[in-house]
Every structure is written in structure tokens, then in C-alpha cells.
């Protein structure tokens, strides 16, 4: 018989519910059996034999959750190629963090592919006689922020720019130029997390070939979600994210697909789902699996009891004991998920104290 069947009244959204249900299913029926009703007499309201304890009746909202499959990884992937030809000589580690002024590898042991933080790719060198650009004024910014000087932070170079990138190169014991290459310099919007390598120490690089894979600090977990659940899911909705060692974090849905994918043999059809997730440690496994707990149903404001309070009085009628009368009240059942169900019945009111056991 199903838990549906054992429990009716019982609503059941999520696939947590369905534990739920077979926990209540399984404490109620241990229940029964421990105070049923012998000789003719009234049911017993309590067994000396289980320990027991007291839980609040509560107005709460009950919460249907559902678990998808998901996999961690880290948005805006972009490859950093070599400026030149030459050996690789070092390389940052896969999941390293570089900051602003920091290079990703050295070719043939002279350090390059310094980071910049900006949203303007650089398309050309620039040094004296550069023509004014939004890129100009992207480079003063970083000088500026590196503690260089460049004059005024503008669209245009001046001296004063020459002499910031030349004490910006002197720094990094590279040639006093006064100019910066375009092969020279990985543009990122902030921080840039190192990826997946393309190449590793030791390879010979071609100017140009990519060398490893660059993404941003924020991680994202993608996953397929049962397209008749994305009804429920919304953007900016709340999750809690189990980690591959199971560790929990919050995060909140960004995005939710409006195309269905078919299933593989027969499975339903998925949408795309993305997540972010809250700060604090997310582990470096790129790629690691991870579960999302979803909201897929909510109901508000009501009486509830812990599940453990339910008392079988008989097949598919429900009860619970009130603390210190061992006076039993008959409830009808609602929602429940979390391990709380939603309960009516006569006296019963926030505050009132239920047996439960400890």
C-alpha cells in the first residue's frame, strides 16, 4: 500500500515530502501500537515504556522542497593565450585567484600576461602617440590603482602615462618601454580564478595558441530540472546547495530555461537551470557534483506539529497528545515537509504543548 494510501490527507509536492511521509507513516503506526486500545477500554494517551517529550504547536510556513542533480562550476570562461612563442615556463595553478598587476605564466622565464581589470579588450599596443581611447583611459585607471601615477585619468596619453607604465615595467624587471603590448595584458572585469589548462610547464607555445582557461571568482552551479517542475521555480528563488562534501550553502536561482530538452530512454523532458551561490567556501573542484534543494511549493501561516506528534488512532485518523493531560485530540491533516505537518483540530492553537518522543 502506498504512503498516500496509508496516510490520506496527506498533500504531496516535493520528493522530500515523500520521506516525510514515510516517516510519519512509520511513527504513527508505532504509535498505534503503543497505546491502542485493550480490553474495551479508551485508548491510552501514553506508554511509560517510551521516553517522551513536549513540542510547541506553531504557525509556520511549510516549505515542499525538491532535490535536483547539479555540477559547481565558474561563469564567464575565457582562454589566456600565449604573447609569444617560446617554452612555458610557470603557470598559476588551476583554481588560483590573480589579482590586478599579477601575471598568469612566464615564457621562457620572462613573466607576461599581466591582469588588468576593465570591460575594454586590448585591441592595439599603447604608448606615446596612441590616439585617445576609451582603452587609455582603462590603463590610467590600473596604473592609478596600482599605485602609479599617470596625471589626470582620461582618454588621453600623456607623458605622465609613459612614465606610470615604465615604473609599472621596471617593477616587473621588464625593458622601460613606456609602452604595453596588447599581447602583454589579460583584460578581466576583477579577479580573474584560473580554469582548466590548455598547455602545461615545459610545453612549447605558439604566440596566440590559448594556454589555460581563465573564469570568473563566481560560482555557479547548472543543473536539468524537470521541466514540469519549472512552473515553480523562479528567478530570484532561494536554494541551499549541498557540496560534494556535504557541506551546505545558500544560493539563488538566476536563470530557468523556457526550452525543453527531451529525455534520454524514456526520462522527462529538462530545462536549464543556474544557480549562484552565496559567499563562502565552495571548494575548488570545478566541475564537482552537487545537489539543489528547490522550493516547489509554500504554505503559509499554518498550524503545524512536528510529524513525531502524530498519534494512530486508527487506520487513516490521526491524533495528537496534549502535554500534561494525556488528553488525545483528533486532527485532520494539511501540507507537511520538513518534518512538520499542518494540523486542525478542537483547542488546538500556537503555544499548545504536544507529546512527542525525545
Known amino acids: 500500500m502506498s504512503v498516500a494510501a496509508r496516510m490520506p490527507g496527506l498533500r504531496r509536492r516535493g520528493g522530500r515530502a515523500v520521506l516525510a511521509a514515510a516517516a510519519a507513516a512509520g511513527i504513527a503506526v508505532v504509535a498505534w501500537l503503543l497505546l491502542a486500545p485493550g480490553n474495551g477500554h479508551d485508548p491510552k494517551a501514553a506508554n511509560d515504556a517510551v521516553p517522551l517529550g513536549a513540542a510547541a504547536v506553531e504557525r509556520r510556513d511549510l516549505v515542499d522542497r525538491q532535490d535536483v542533480d547539479g555540477t559547481l562550476g565558474f561563469s564567464d570562461t575565457t582562454k589566456a593565450t600565449a604573447p609569444a612563442a617560446g617554452t612555458i615556463t610557470r603557470l598559476r595553478d588551476e583554481g588560483d585567484t590573480v589579482t590586478r598587476g599579477r601575471s598568469l605564466m612566464s615564457i621562457d622565464a620572462k613573466a607576461t600576461a599581466w591582469v588588468l581589470y576593465g570591460t575594454v ?3 592595439r599596443d599603447l604608448g606615446p602617440g596612441v590616439s585617445n581611447g576609451r582603452d587609455v583611459r582603462q590603463l590610467e ?32 624587471g621588464l625593458t622601460q618601454s613606456g609602452t604595453i603590448a596588447r599581447s602583454q595584458v589579460v583584460v578581466s572585469d576583477g579577479p580573474a580564478r584560473v580554469g582548466r589548462h590548455s598547455a602545461e610547464v615545459g610545453d612549447p607555445a605558439r604566440a596566440g595558441a590559448p594556454v589555460t582557461g581563465l573564469t570568473s571568482t563566481t560560482p555557479v552551479v547548472t543543473a536539468k530540472l524537470d521541466a514540469g517542475l519549472a512552473v515553480d521555480v523562479h528567478r530570484p528563488d532561494a536554494v541551499r546547495v549541498t557540496l560534494a562534501d556535504g557541506s551546505e550553502v545558500g544560493g539563488k536561482v ?11 530512454d524514456g526520462a522527462s523532458p529538462t530545462v536549464d537551470l543556474r544557480v549562484a551561490l552565496n559567499r563562502g567556501p565552495h571548494g575548488r573542484l570545478d566541475g564537482a557534483p552537487v545537489s539543489v534543494s528547490l522550493e516547489t511549493g509554500r504554505t503559509k501561516d499554518a498550524l503545524a506539529v512536528p510529524v513525531t506528534a502524530l498519534v494512530a488512532t486508527a487506520p487513516g485518523r490521526y491524533a495528537v497528545e496534549l502535554a500534561g493531560s494525556r488528553r488525545l485530540v483528533g486532527v485532520t491533516l494539511g501540507a507537511f515537509a520538513d ?6 483540530g478542537s483547542g488546538l492553537a500556537p503555544g499548545t504543548r504536544v507529546v512527542v518522543p525525545r
Do not use: C, H, I, K
Open 121 to 123: 579588450p586590448m585591441y
Open 141 to 172: 585607471r590600473n596604473l592609478r590603482a596600482l599605485g602609479y601615477d599617470p596625471g589626470t585619468v582620461d582618454d588621453d596619453w600623456t607623458s605622465a602615462t609613459t612614465d606610470a607604465v615604465a615604473d609599472f615595467e621596471d617593477d616587473r
Open 254 to 264: 538566476t536563470s530557468v530555461g523556457t526550452v525543453a530538452t527531451a529525455g534520454q
Open 339 to 344: 518534518n512538520w505537518v499542518q494540523v486542525t
